[in-house]
């Protein structure tokens, strides 16, 4: 079952269209800055690894987090897949930040005791990014890119 999940999102890849815009910038951003990126994703690391390879945006995001296979409990709004970011990247979940678009990144992220921006990306739903206790919330990427580059020149 997991096999043939993970070949279908593979396969989905192909159709998903452009990334979000403004991710590409907030990327190269993080990475222009000295931060470090990783996906941390609810499907498949092979599924994440295709769509960045198709968008030549492997090079720029340090790490792949996917889906644990046969592990659908340590999937977000299970901490497990930010705590394994952090510990990659050796800092401890209070150092790093969640960029997400629903409410189960921002448990994630509350739950890894992590700090969270709300991405906005569609109408209001029943409970927004900032009702689910998200530390910020940005209606666009390009303001996380924006904020990324205004922060390092007054550091």
Not at 77 to 85: F, Q, V, W
Not at 120 to 131: G, I, L, Q, Y
């Amino acid at each position: 079952m997991e096999a043939a999940l993970t070949a279908a999102e593979v396969r989905a890849v192909k159709v998903a269209g452009a990334p979000t815009e403004g991710s590409v910038q907030a990327l190269h951003a993080a990475r222009d800055t000295g931060r470090h990126a990783a996906v941390v994703s609810n499907d498949s690391a092979e599924c994440v690894r295709e769509y960045l390879a198709l968008h030549g945006l492997l090079g720029i995001v340090d790490e792949i987090i996917g889906r644990p296979i046969l592990r659908p409990d340590l999937m977000k709004p299970s901490p497990h897949p930010l705590l394994t970011a952090a510990s990659i990247f050796g800092v401890t979940p209070s150092r790093t930040v969640l960029i997400g678009d629903s409410l189960t990144d921002i448990e994630a992220a509350q739950a890894a005791r992590a700090r969270s921006i709300g991405y906005a990306n569609k109408h209001p739903k029943e409970t927004s990014p900032a009702d689910a206790g998200a530390d910020a919330v940005v209606l666009g990427m390009r303001e996380i890119a924006d904020f990324l580059i205004q922060l390092s020149r007054t550091s």
